[in-house]
């Protein structure tokens, strides 16, 4: 198993600055993932963080408004940039370990609850 | 692409009821399924999972087995309590990428 911290736990900003997101795990991971859950909905994946390379983006979401770190097996960065009302929403991180297990099990983070005014 | 259709809610039972929430999936081949659960005000924790066709994962009294030919995972409890009082996700992953695809998930309260 892996055990995830996040900082901040919680945060308001004001429309257009921006927020970065420390996400830390307490053993080497394979992949980790950076999701985002809207008020009232479910969890969409952001992009994949990638170690020593690029994130990699899904639909939707692109690397100037999120640009992501990882600059090692163990600590990934999220930026929420020009933030809007539109971003408040709990961002989650996760990792998959390198256990070896036939299947693929995540452990997530407790979440950085984000407002923005 | 891959999807995941569960049961919206949100269910009310009183104590000791059964629950059962729906969930199927849309994908090619063979994804491993999960439950997850979110009690209030804490993050996202596994609660089960099954990687394979008919395996049943179960955890805490809670039950769900992989049907295949149906694609459905449903989760299952035969007696709940009140500490059950959660939002319940089903989810997806596939070995290839390893990105979860979840559903919208299903408020659960439980009354004494």
């Known amino acids: 198993s892996a055990v995830i911290s996040q900082k901040p736990s919680r945060d308001i900003c004001q429309r257009g600055t921006s927020l970065t997101i420390q996400c830390q795990v307490d053993s080497q991971v394979t992949m980790m993932f950076w999701y985002r859950q809207q008020p009232g909905q479910s969890l969409t994946l952001i992009a994949t963080?990638?170690?020593?390379?690029?994130?990699?983006?899904e639909s939707g979401f692109v690397i100037d408004k999120f640009p992501i770190s990882r600059p090692n097996l163990t600590f990934s960065t999220l930026t929420v940039s020009n933030m809007s009302p539109e971003d408040s929403s709990i961002y989650l991180c996760?990792?998959?370990?390198?256990?070896?297990?036939?299947?693929?099990?995540?452990?997530f983070g407790p979440g950085t609850r984000l407002t923005v005014l | 692409g891959d999807s995941v259709t569960q049961m919206e809610g949100p269910v009310t039972l009183s104590e000791e009821a059964c629950l059962t929430i729906?969930?199927?999936?849309?994908?090619?081949?063979?994804?491993?399924l999960f439950w997850y659960v979110q009690y209030p005000g804490e993050g996202l924790q596994l609660l089960l999972k099954?990687?394979?066709?008919?395996d049943k994962g179960s955890n805490k009294g809670f039950e769900a087995t992989y049907r295949k030919e149906t694609t459905s995972f449903h989760l299952e409890k035969g007696s709940v309590q009140v500490s059950d009082s959660a939002v319940y996700f089903c989810a997806l992953s596939r070995s290839s990428n390893y990105k979860l695809t979840f559903g919208k998930g299903t408020l659960l309260t439980v009354n004494p």
């Open positions: 729906n969930c199927t999936y849309t994908a090619t081949g063979y994804p491993s």
């Open positions: 099954a990687t394979k066709a008919d």
């Open positions: 996760s990792a998959k370990t390198h256990s070896g297990d036939s299947y693929n099990e995540q452990f």
């Open positions: 963080a990638n170690q020593g390379s690029e994130a990699t983006y």
